[in-house]
């Protein structure tokens, strides 16, 4: 079937230590996005990606990186410069930002910092 | 700029009874886009509705109705008859014309609907 794969569902990280955030959609979609979601705030975007080898920062992208080297993929680094990471992220994708489409989000990934 | 502002943090009802979710958004496009998801404790967020700016008809669908109103800026949800399935947090989302040529979707803050049995 056709969706988002996000992975792992829970991740621990310790202080100082940068981890990385899979993201992988069979959708055949373009664009990609990454959302954070705290309690009380809903969600903001961290980075959104309109074509392979293309990303734009979003609200929220000060100690976050990604990549898209693949349509299919689009990893999120939580790096040691991000001072409240832990979180529930989400991914997304969509046909593309020049349309009207719904986004389609993976099952999310809750982050711990320990 | 874009806005997406749901008022309502928590709403608590009985099984049976209708409720309103509100949605009040701002934006300087003529043409924009506005989407209700539905996130249930497995954390997915599931599409339930897209409307154009262009479009104020409301909506109905089997137990869920739309009422977008250009004039007061709302896109309001209305359950009837809710059901603890309906349990759930739900967010409105907005599309506009951002810089770069885009439309990248802003979330309000979403309203956790709790149903009791």
């Known amino acids: 079937d056709g969706g988002i794969t996000q992975s792992p569902k829970y991740l621990f990280r310790k202080e100082g230590q940068n981890v990385t955030l899979s993201c992988e959609q069979n959708l055949n979609h373009d664009a990609m996005y990454w959302y954070r979601q705290d309690p009380g705030q809903g969600l903001r975007l961290i980075y959104y990606s309109q074509i392979v080898n293309d990303f734009q920062k979003g609200d929220i992208a000060e100690g976050y990186s990604v990549s898209r080297e693949k349509k299919e993929s689009f990893p999120l680094t939580v790096t040691s410069a991000q001072k409240n990471p832990t979180a529930f992220y989400l991914c997304?994708?969509?046909?593309?930002?020049?349309?009207?489409?719904?986004?389609?989000f993976g099952q999310g990934t809750r982050l711990t910092v320990v | 700029a874009q806005k997406v502002t749901q008022a309502q943090t928590e709403i608590s009802v009985v099984e049976k009874e209708d409720v309103t979710l509100d949605c009040v958004y701002e934006t300087r496009d003529t043409t924009y886009y506005l989407f209700w998801y539905k996130q249930p404790p497995s954390g997915e967020l599931v599409f339930l509705i897209r409307?154009?700016?262009?479009?104020?008809q409301n909506e109905i669908s089997g137990r869920y109705s739309w009422n977008f109103q250009k004039s007061t800026s709302s896109f309001n949800f209305t359950i009837t008859a809710s059901q603890v399935v309906d349990s759930a947090v739900y967010f409105c989302?907005?599309?506009?014309?951002?810089?770069?040529?885009?439309?990248?979707?802003?979330f309000g803050r979403g309203t956790s609907l709790i149903v009791h049995p």
């Open positions: 409307r154009n700016s262009f479009d104020e």
């Open positions: 989302a907005l599309s506009d014309f951002a810089s770069g040529g885009s439309y990248i979707p802003t």
């Open positions: 997304a994708s969509s046909i593309g930002t020049g349309s009207n489409t719904e986004a389609f």
